[in-house]
T-cell receptor, first 117, second 113 residues
Framework: AQKVTQAQTEISVVEKEDVTLDCVYETRDTTYYLFWYKQPPSGELVFLIRRNSFDEQNEISGRYSWNFQKSTSSFNFTITASQVVDSAVYFCALSFFSGGSNYKLTFGKGTLLTVNP | DAGVIQSPRHEVTEMGQEVTLRCKPISGHNSLFWYRQTMMRGLELLIYFNNNVPIDDSGMPEDRFSAKMPNASFSTLKIQPSEPRDSAVYFC???????????FGPGTRLTVT
C-alpha cells in the first residue's frame, strides 16, 4: 500500500519569508512517481511538478524548489520569498511507476499555506 | 491550449433529482479520471477511463453513480437520484499516455439540498 503524509495542516507566513512544505511517503515499490499540486482559493488543482524515483536531482523553478531524498522518503517543497498569490492548499501525491496501476494517485491531506501581506 | 473543461461549474439541486456533470479532456490525452473532493475524505478517485474504456470504477460509491465516455473528447458523470451526502467538488482530469501527470479541470461544485 502507498501512503503520503503531509504533517503540516496549516502554515502561516509573512510575505517574503521562505517556507518549506513537508511530504513523507511510504511505498514498497523501488520505482514510483511523486507529484505536487496547488489548489488556490478559486478551487482548481494545478500541476506543479512530477519527479521519478530514480532521479534524485533537486529541481528549481523560479521561486519554487523541490528536495527529493529517497533515503528519508521525503519530497519537500520550498517557496522562496513567498508572495500573497502563493496562498493555497498544496498537495503531495504518489503513484506507481509502471504496470496497470500507475494511474492511481495517492494524495496527502494537503497543507494550507497562508501568506500574509 | 485549452485545459480540461468541466460544466457546469456550480450545480444546486434538490434531493432525488438527476445530476449530470460534463467533462472535455485535453485534446490528445487518452486517459480520463473523475474525482470527488470533500473535507472529510479528501480527493477520491471515482473512475478511470483509458482509450474511452472504463478500467477501474471501484471508487464509484454506489449504483446511483454512473459514468460514460462515448468518445475521446467527452465524458459524463451522472448521479441519479442525488442525495445531500453527494455534495462535493467533482473534478475531471486527463492524462497523456501511461507515464504522465494528470491535469485537472476547474471542478464542479455540487450542492444537493
Amino acid at each position: 500500500a502507498q501512503k503520503v503524509t503531509q504533517a503540516q495542516t496549516e502554515i502561516s507566513v509573512v510575505e517574503k519569508e521562505d517556507v518549506t512544505l513537508d511530504c513523507v511517503y511510504e511505498t514498497r515499490d523501488t520505482t514510483y512517481y511523486l507529484f505536487w499540486y496547488k489548489q488556490p482559493p478559486s478551487g482548481e488543482l494545478v500541476f506543479l511538478i512530477r519527479r521519478n524515483s530514480f532521479d534524485e536531482q533537486n529541481e528549481i523553478s523560479g521561486r519554487y524548489s523541490w528536495n527529493f531524498q529517497k533515503s528519508t522518503s521525503s519530497f519537500n517543497f520550498t517557496i522562496t520569498a513567498s508572495q500573497v498569490v502563493d496562498s493555497a492548499v498544496y498537495f503531495c501525491a504518489l503513484s506507481f511507476f509502471s504496470g496497470g496501476s500507475n494511474y492511481k494517485l495517492t494524495f496527502g491531506k494537503g497543507t494550507l499555506l497562508t501568506v500574509n501581506p | 491550449d485549452a485545459g480540461v473543461i468541466q460544466s457546469p461549474r456550480h450545480e444546486v439541486t434538490e434531493m432525488g433529482q438527476e445530476v449530470t456533470l460534463r467533462c472535455k479532456p485535453i485534446s490528445g490525452h487518452n486517459s480520463l479520471f473523475w474525482y470527488r473532493q470533500t473535507m472529510m475524505r479528501g480527493l477520491e478517485l471515482l473512475i478511470y477511463f483509458n482509450n474511452n474504456v472504463p478500467i477501474d470504477d471501484s471508487g464509484m460509491p454506489e449504483d446511483r453513480f454512473s459514468a460514460k465516455m462515448p468518445n475521446a473528447s467527452f465524458s459524463t458523470l451522472k448521479i441519479q437520484p442525488s442525495e445531500p451526502r453527494d455534495s462535493a467538488v467533482y473534478f475531471c482530469a486527463s492524462r497523456q499516455g501511461l507515464s504522465y501527470e494528470q491535469y485537472f479541470g476547474p471542478g464542479t461544485r455540487l450542492t444537493v439540498t
